[in-house]
T-cell receptor, first 112, second 116 residues
């Protein structure tokens, strides 16, 4: 499983766009990149997943460069409720028995 | 998305007692479930992979005789912390792969265990 590196923490203000970058230099050809969000005392929640280029859904965008050695989660116009820990995970998306290895995550704090 | 529930949401027990935590997939069948443990301010650590109808697979360093896992049906996995001690106090989270479009894992809300 590819190791991931993220900033430990980030601060932002309400209404700003937040970009969290994750490094995964050893990503394998079959690996997908998935981001989860976790609030205190709750289980993680899936945010977005991608393989290459750009993926966008109703809550976030994921930018993946051509070499796939990093990825950037973009949260548009954050609010106080976006304060959480964000985890970047890399792994083979094949099959339903894939176990996840969580890195340290990024604590995002949104300030008023 | 798929829903995973856990029960209880929190439990306090005395040292030396055993505690059972249930993990249920509410609207889908899960042949494989995962159990994680999370200490304060730390990341999730995978403890074991629970397979329906067979023995669980434990991660290195996790005592299988202390953390008993039973996956007796396609919607229920249980984790029993036997002879709990204060150092077992933690946040226990289960997960399963649902039927989502991204083959993503769906996590339960977690169980806070406090051992006195």
């Amino acid at each position: 499983l590819a190791k991931t590196t993220q900033p430990i923490s980030m601060d932002s203000y309400e209404g700003q766009e937040v970009n969290i970058t994750c490094s995964h230099n050893n990503i394998a050809t079959n690996d997908y990149i998935t981001w989860y969000q976790q609030f205190p005392s709750q289980g993680p929640r899936f945010i977005i997943q991608g393989y290459k280029t750009k993926v966008t859904n109703e809550v976030a965008s994921l930018f993946i460069p051509a070499d796939r050695k990093s990825s950037t989660l973009s949260l548009p116009r954050v609010s106080l409720s976006d304060t959480a820990v964000y985890y970047c995970l890399v792994g083979d998306d094949g099959g339903s028995a894939r176990q996840l290895t969580f890195g340290s995550g990024t604590q995002l704090t949104v300030l008023p | 998305g798929a829903v995973v529930s856990q029960h209880p949401s929190w439990v306090i027990c005395k040292s030396g007692t055993s505690v059972k935590i249930e993990c249920r997939s509410l609207d889908f069948q899960a042949t494989t479930m995962f159990w994680y443990r999370q200490f304060p301010k730390q990341s999730l650590m995978l403890m074991a992979t629970s397979n329906e109808g067979s023995k669980a697979t434990y991660e290195q360093g996790v005592e299988k005789d202390k953390f008993l896992i039973n996956h007796a049906s396609l919607t229920l996995s249980t984790l029993t912390v036997t002879s709990a001690h204060p150092e077992d106090s933690s946040f226990y989270i289960c997960s399963a792969f649902g039927q989502g479009p991204y083959n993503e894992q769906f996590f339960g809300p977690g169980t806070r265990l406090t051992v006195l």
